[in-house]
């Protein structure tokens, strides 16, 4: 076993110094050689260029990222929560106790893939709200590169899947550029999608940088999770089919457990109904103490751990109603299923690395991006686009849909008091910068380097996982990459924990920033100002000065009850001034508490154009991309250059779908239509008196305004619709409000002739493809849209 470990690893070391004297990858992925070239072939030699190859027995490097998976979430960390497969890979490899994040996906991925931190890397926010500052404007430079654009020219396959979210939304079109793409920093293949998050029935999916169906609908059973497991397998066979002696580099990011909380209905059975039922019946706070006595169990936190006192504003269990204990608790079942389901996928791909004799040399790595998000507020929801677009959820409401809860028929999140417990035994949650929002859960299992499996408590951070990959692999990092001259990594390697358990902490100093909310790490001591973000557009505040830092010895208080800012001041002082240099040196200022609004001119892929043209089955374009009708008058033109005998029907152009958008269509009853879902509460429908007719024709919708919006109470634009074939008025009707803000959450675009994904109106289902000719369809503006204060979905 000795054998098999060490060889590999002098084969890599050797290929990386070759790489470290020359100092360069990307250029030249093979060694040259010399043709000798005569008249004819009878006296010339020719030459084929010999590709890179990695050494043999190199090992394979994957990847799993979770997403709001809080670090008392998986059972080897105390949670009620069946994770067998990622508590069988503790046991096998390394659970750490002491893991950083950034507390939000996009700059925690960044920092991952790069080595950087994230501000570093201009991804200190989520890249929806990217400003221009060097340290916000989700531009990853090419001075920093990804793993795989180091790891392929080292004779690596690599592929990513699932989540991304590190691309500016405005390179986010048809058009590109690319080259913030996955597949334009150095993954030579991608399937997943592009954004914070994803419906898991109803995907915005991409193939490279192709929009794509998914291979199955809902009905025939297709589960994203599932989905992104299958192409990993397939991604793992067809490699080894061609060249098993070439390792591989996955990049598997699935999109649980974010919202929605969407698990396939057989495992929501097994915590309502079945083997699991009863598992939370205790309520959060009951459970925040049940989880730190497993933890203090089985190590995970000291014996003398105390547990964080609950927030003011998160609501005792037991002063809740038997009515909202009841919804409560099923929302805590349905994430606890989409995580059991999610562990079983990762046992697929587990299982089918053990099957085909690969597992022991994998270099497996499972992280969570930031803490358990806290996004569903106090009463949690079923459809979350509602409060994005301020329209408030009851708790009737919320009730009426409980059996519905993680189907495709809603869009749910649980209460925060679910993501505290779920950080347990930290402070708050995911968008924080106390533990409950930057300790996360890291396990990495690798049998044939990892001698000593077990407990690891060293401080590290999600910057330290590159060069650790990189050492592992014996790969320096280049100087140079595809000609451009690299920044310093950042991050130090962990490797040197996998053989000493008890080995002191190598990290310095760490950072952390997240709206304005500060900390610093350094020497087992943390101080943190708990800055209050700003959701107001309209306020001018400057209370940076009046921010309250707080001082914790974090190796005996690791979750910051104690605060001894009066008694250590000089030690806070230090720290302060610590964190000013450290925020200079990375990008951090200038330091910013918009959460949801952020004033800063931008790129827009968008053109502020009064008329577009959209053309049949063409890919969707994402909204940010796509005519803005909210809040204004707008006019939709199809021209319809045949219709059959009989009629057609089908969608003429879509935006949006089930949880908000809009959609004009000829329905089954041949009749022309026009609906506006009001994020998914409410259908205002407006149709025809006669049918579309045969042959060419021109059938339009014109929407005039006349109800100015009330944002603030969740009111679009209400106004007056008419629907016209061929310039002859045909019906019309009184559309009251209609969506202000976002249609949408998961990247589902405007579409002509057809509606991908959900569907907008309940009067069909999707694709429902026009079965007549479309040429094309125009839509006008008028330029009379409100100036609002327009929210910036922070989603990640």
Same mark, same amino acid.
């Given at each position: 076993?000795?054998?098999?470990?060490?060889?590999?690893?002098?084969?890599?070391?050797?290929?990386?110094?070759?790489?470290?004297?020359?100092?360069?990858?990307?250029?030249?992925?093979?060694?040259?050689?010399?043709?000798?070239?005569?008249?004819?072939?009878?006296?010339?030699?020719?030459?084929?260029?010999?590709?890179?190859?990695?050494?043999?027995?190199?090992?394979?490097?994957?990847?799993?990222?979770?997403?709001?998976?809080?670090?008392?979430?998986?059972?080897?960390?105390?949670?009620?929560?069946?994770?067998?497969?990622?508590?069988?890979?503790?046991?096998?490899?390394?659970?750490?106790?002491?893991?950083?994040?950034?507390?939000?996906?996009?700059?925690?991925?960044?920092?991952?893939?790069?080595?950087?931190?994230?501000?570093?890397?201009?991804?200190?926010?989520?890249?929806?709200?990217?400003?221009?500052?060097?340290?916000?404007?989700?531009?990853?430079?090419?001075?920093?590169?990804?793993?795989?654009?180091?790891?392929?020219?080292?004779?690596?396959?690599?592929?990513?899947?699932?989540?991304?979210?590190?691309?500016?939304?405005?390179?986010?079109?048809?058009?590109?550029?690319?080259?913030?793409?996955?597949?334009?920093?150095?993954?030579?293949?991608?399937?997943?999608?592009?954004?914070?998050?994803?419906?898991?029935?109803?995907?915005?999916?991409?193939?490279?940088?192709?929009?794509?169906?998914?291979?199955?609908?809902?009905?025939?059973?297709?589960?994203?999770?599932?989905?992104?497991?299958?192409?990993?397998?397939?991604?793992?066979?067809?490699?080894?089919?061609?060249?098993?002696?070439?390792?591989?580099?996955?990049?598997?990011?699935?999109?649980?457990?974010?919202?929605?909380?969407?698990?396939?209905?057989?495992?929501?059975?097994?915590?309502?109904?079945?083997?699991?039922?009863?598992?939370?019946?205790?309520?959060?706070?009951?459970?925040?103490?049940?989880?730190?006595?497993?933890?203090?169990?089985?190590?995970?936190?000291?014996?003398?751990?105390?547990?964080?006192?609950?927030?003011?504003?998160?609501?005792?269990?037991?002063?809740?109603?038997?009515?909202?204990?009841?919804?409560?608790?099923?929302?805590?079942?349905?994430?606890?299923?989409?995580?059991?389901?999610?562990?079983?996928?990762?046992?697929?791909?587990?299982?089918?690395?053990?099957?085909?004799?690969?597992?022991?040399?994998?270099?497996?790595?499972?992280?969570?991006?930031?803490?358990?998000?806290?996004?569903?507020?106090?009463?949690?929801?079923?459809?979350?686009?509602?409060?994005?677009?301020?329209?408030?959820?009851?708790?009737?409401?919320?009730?009426?849909?409980?059996?519905?809860?993680?189907?495709?028929?809603?869009?749910?999140?649980?209460?925060?008091?679910?993501?505290?417990?779920?950080?347990?035994?930290?402070?708050?949650?995911?968008?924080?910068?106390?533990?409950?929002?930057?300790?996360?859960?890291?396990?990495?299992?690798?049998?044939?380097?990892?001698?000593?499996?077990?407990?690891?408590?060293?401080?590290?951070?999600?910057?330290?996982?590159?060069?650790?990959?990189?050492?592992?692999?014996?790969?320096?990092?280049?100087?140079?990459?595809?000609?451009?001259?690299?920044?310093?990594?950042?991050?130090?390697?962990?490797?040197?924990?996998?053989?000493?358990?008890?080995?002191?902490?190598?990290?310095?100093?760490?950072?952390?920033?997240?709206?304005?909310?500060?900390?610093?790490?350094?020497?087992?001591?943390?101080?943190?100002?708990?800055?209050?973000?700003?959701?107001?557009?309209?306020?001018?505040?400057?209370?940076?000065?009046?921010?309250?830092?707080?001082?914790?010895?974090?190796?005996?208080?690791?979750?910051?009850?104690?605060?001894?800012?009066?008694?250590?001041?000089?030690?806070?002082?230090?720290?302060?001034?610590?964190?000013?240099?450290?925020?200079?040196?990375?990008?951090?200022?200038?330091?910013?508490?918009?959460?949801?609004?952020?004033?800063?001119?931008?790129?827009?892929?968008?053109?502020?154009?009064?008329?577009?043209?959209?053309?049949?089955?063409?890919?969707?374009?994402?909204?940010?991309?796509?005519?803005?009708?909210?809040?204004?008058?707008?006019?939709?033109?199809?021209? @319809? +250059?045949?219709?059959?005998?009989? &009629?057609?029907? /089908?969608? #003429?152009?879509?935006?949006?779908?089930?949880? %908000? *958008?809009?959609?004009?269509?000829?329905?089954?009853?041949?009749?022309?239509?026009?609906?506006?879902?009001?994020?998914?509460?409410?259908?205002?429908?407006?149709?025809?008196?006669?049918?579309?007719?045969?042959?060419?024709?021109?059938?339009?919708?014109?929407?005039?305004?006349?109800?100015?919006?009330? @944002? +603030?109470?969740?009111?679009?634009? &209400?106004?007056? /619709?008419? #629907?016209?074939?061929?310039?002859?008025?045909? %019906? *019309?009707?009184?559309?009251?409000?209609?969506?202000?803000?976002?249609?949408?959450?998961?990247?589902?675009?405007?579409?002509?002739?057809?509606?991908?994904?959900?569907?907008?109106?309940?009067?069909?289902?999707?694709?429902?493809?026009?079965?007549?000719?479309?040429?094309?369809?125009?839509?006008?503006? @008028?330029?009379?849209?409100?100036?609002?204060?327009?929210?910036?979905?922070?989603?990640?």
């Amino acid at each position: 076993m000795i054998m098999h470990g060490w060889k590999p690893f002098v084969l890599c070391l050797l290929v990386g110094i070759l790489t470290f004297l020359t100092g360069e990858v990307g250029g030249q992925n093979a060694q040259e050689c010399q043709s000798k070239i005569g008249m004819t072939y009878l006296d010339s030699t020719p030459c084929w260029p010999t590709p890179v190859k990695a050494p043999q027995g190199a090992p394979n490097v994957l990847i799993i990222a979770l997403d709001d998976v809080g670090f008392a979430q998986l059972g080897s960390y105390g949670s009620a929560i069946e994770t067998p497969t990622l508590d069988n890979l503790a046991k096998g490899g390394l659970l750490y106790t002491n893991f950083h994040t950034t507390a939000l996906c996009s700059p925690t991925r960044a920092c991952i893939l790069t080595g950087r931190n994230h501000h570093s890397v201009g991804t200190g926010v989520v890249t929806e709200i990217a400003t221009g500052y060097p340290g916000y404007n989700a531009m990853m430079p090419k001075s920093a590169a990804i793993l795989p654009a180091i790891l392929g020219p080292n004779g690596y396959s690599t592929i990513a899947l699932g989540k991304w979210h590190n691309t500016p939304p405005w390179e986010m079109t048809v058009l590109g550029p690319f080259d913030r793409w996955p597949t334009g920093q150095g993954f030579e293949r991608f399937y997943g999608f592009m954004g914070g998050e994803a419906n898991q029935y109803y995907p915005a999916l991409y193939s490279g940088i192709r929009y794509v169906d998914p291979p199955k609908t809902p009905a025939q059973g297709y589960h994203l999770s599932e989905d992104l497991t299958d192409n990993a397998i397939r991604f793992i066979d067809n490699n080894r089919m061609v060249n098993p002696d070439k390792p591989f580099f996955l990049y598997l990011a699935y999109g649980a457990c974010h919202a929605p909380h969407q698990p396939p209905r057989n495992w929501v059975e097994k915590y309502t109904t079945g083997e699991y039922k009863g598992k939370f019946s205790q309520g959060w706070d009951a459970m925040r103490e049940e989880v730190l006595a497993r933890q203090k169990e089985k190590g995970i936190v000291p014996p003398n751990t105390e547990l964080s006192p609950r927030p003011d504003w998160i609501p005792a269990w037991a002063s809740l109603s038997a009515d909202e204990q009841r919804l409560y608790i099923r929302m805590q079942e349905v994430f606890a299923a989409y995580l059991s389901h999610t562990d079983d996928q990762i046992n697929r791909v587990v299982d089918h690395l053990q099957s085909t004799g690969m597992l022991d040399n994998t270099l497996l790595i499972v992280f969570s991006d930031n803490g358990a998000s806290a996004e569903g507020g106090t009463i949690g929801s079923v459809n979350e686009n509602r409060w994005f677009n301020n329209v408030p959820e009851s708790l009737q409401d919320n009730l009426a849909m409980m059996d519905k809860l993680g189907s495709e028929w809603t869009y749910n999140h649980y209460p925060m008091g679910w993501a505290h417990a779920g950080n347990t035994p930290f402070q708050r949650y995911k968008r924080e910068t106390f533990e409950g929002g930057v300790a996360d859960p890291l396990l990495i299992h690798w049998p044939n380097r990892i001698r000593q499996p077990g407990i690891r408590t060293q401080f590290h951070h999600a910057i330290d996982i590159f060069p650790t990959i990189l050492e592992a692999l014996g790969i320096p990092a280049p100087d140079k990459v595809n000609g451009v001259k690299q920044d310093p990594v950042e991050g130090i390697s962990m490797l040197y924990t996998f053989a000493n358990p008890a080995a002191p902490t190598r990290k310095q100093a760490q950072y952390f920033e997240m709206f304005g909310m500060r900390a610093i790490w350094s020497d087992g001591w943390k101080a943190v100002a708990d800055h209050k973000s700003d959701s107001s557009y309209w306020a001018q505040r400057d209370t940076w000065v009046d921010d309250k830092w707080a001082l914790y010895h974090v190796d005996g208080d690791i979750s910051e009850v104690h605060d001894l800012a009066a008694k250590y001041p000089g030690k806070l002082n230090a720290l302060m001034n610590l964190f000013d240099s450290e925020a200079r040196k990375y990008n951090v200022f200038p330091l910013d508490d918009r959460m949801t609004f952020r004033i800063s001119p931008r790129p827009t892929a968008r053109l502020d154009l009064p008329s577009y043209t959209y053309y049949s089955n063409m890919d969707p374009v994402e909204e940010g991309s796509a005519v803005d009708t909210k809040n204004r008058s707008f006019t939709i033109t199809a021209y @319809v +250059s045949s219709t059959p005998e009989g &009629g057609a029907e /089908g969608v #003429l152009i879509s935006q949006g779908g089930r949880f %908000g *958008g809009y959609s004009f269509f000829v329905g089954t009853d041949k009749k022309l239509h026009f609906v506006h879902n009001y994020v998914g509460v409410s259908e205002f429908e407006v149709a025809s008196t006669s049918n579309v007719p045969t042959g060419a024709s021109t059938l339009k919708f014109v929407f005039t305004k006349t109800v100015e919006p009330d @944002v +603030s109470h969740g009111l679009g634009a &209400g106004g007056t /619709g008419q #629907l016209y074939i061929n310039d002859a008025p045909v %019906g *019309g009707g009184f559309i009251p409000t209609t969506v202000p803000q976002k249609f949408t959450l998961t990247g589902e675009g405007l579409c002509a002739g057809r509606d991908v994904e959900t569907p907008v109106s309940h009067l069909y289902g999707s694709p429902f493809s026009f079965t007549g000719g479309l040429d094309r369809v125009v839509v006008d503006v @008028v330029d009379n849209q409100t100036k609002l204060a327009r929210k910036v979905l922070i989603r990640d």
